[in-house]
């Protein structure tokens, strides 16, 4: 058996009431918790990169217009459409063909957004981890004229960065955005980090585990966004590649933290370790590094 088979068989069956955690998602799949960024109060005109309630905005658009952003003018009735929006304040750029770019924050693996404009457009939204690995796409088209629609996304490792442009390009008009809501999901507070020498002696150390759960420790040499493809945890998506991928063993989550030792040689020294949890739904840890 290839170790690829070993991780989607052996690792993870068994794992109860999984379900896929990189998937499009809606309004309603946030827990109402999450952070929404309403831009009221809003600013001028600001050019980018310009940070505003911890995201980092910046923009490659083209076609007619230019830089620049500003969300000091109500664009509310662009958004009426939509049950609950804030109708106020929106944020918007300036150009024909949209390239929005936003930086989030650590820890955020559910994002979501309004968007809208005055022809029917349709939005492609791309999402990336720190390594810049595409973790997630999704694309979504305007009900109707000057009515918005919501795009969102969830994964299993923390988004760093999203970028909305407009699927069929220049349209002659800007692009505008509100509500965007930003939340960590499951693993978002689930770490694991590595102590100790290598090649020698290291533990794996774990917090934020759900309590009294089954949890597979998995090693790859390289991050990535290998998505497991078989077993209970189908679909879920880890932060690792596929370099010398492998479960090293499965052990119990505890209280929620712990830690556990092992003796590694020179060839782990420099890779990646990641739990995943036996839970509804299964769950990711961060990425530790071997020292």
Do not use: H
Not at 51 to 77: C, D, H, K, L, Q
Not at 215 to 234: E, P
């Amino acid at each position: 058996m290839n170790r690829f088979s070993l991780l989607a068989a052996g690792a993870l069956m068994g794992f109860g009431g999984s379900m896929a955690l990189a998937q499009p998602i809606n309004i309603g799949d946030f827990s109402g918790s999450e952070q929404v960024i309403t831009f009221t109060p809003g600013f001028g005109g600001q050019s980018a990169p310009f940070t505003y309630e911890g995201v980092t905005f910046s923009e490659n658009g083209g076609g007619t217009g230019g830089p620049g952003f500003n969300a000091s003018i109500n664009w509310g009735s662009y958004f009426a459409n939509i049950p609950g929006s804030s109708q106020s304040n929106g944020f918007n750029d300036q150009w024909g063909d949209s390239l929005i770019i936003m930086q989030l924050p650590s820890g955020i693996r559910r994002f979501g957004c309004l968007l809208s404009t005055t022809p029917i457009t349709t939005w492609t939204m791309n999402l990336y981890d720190s390594g810049n690995n595409l973790i997630g796409s999704d694309t979504r088209t305007m009900p109707g004229t000057s009515q918005a629609v919501f795009i969102g996304y969830q994964t299993s490792v923390d988004i760093a960065r999203v970028e909305i442009d407009e699927t069929n390009g220049e349209n002659g008009n800007i692009s505008l955005m509100d509500d965007v809501r930003l939340e960590g999901v499951g693993g978002g507070g689930y770490t694991c980090n590595i102590t100790g020498a290598c090649p020698g002696n290291i533990n794996v150390n774990w917090a934020g585990a759900q309590p009294n759960k089954t949890q597979g420790i998995v090693f790859a040499s390289n991050t990535g966004s290998f998505t497991i493809s078989s077993g209970s945890c189908a679909g879920t998506q880890l932060g690792l590649g596929t370099r010398n991928l492998q479960l090293v063993r499965t052990i119990g989550t505890g209280s929620g933290s712990g830690s556990i030792g092992r003796a590694v040689g020179s060839g782990a020294c420099g890779g990646f370790v990641q739990l995943v949890t036996v839970g509804s739904p299964c769950e990711t840890s961060s990425v530790g590094q071997i020292p």
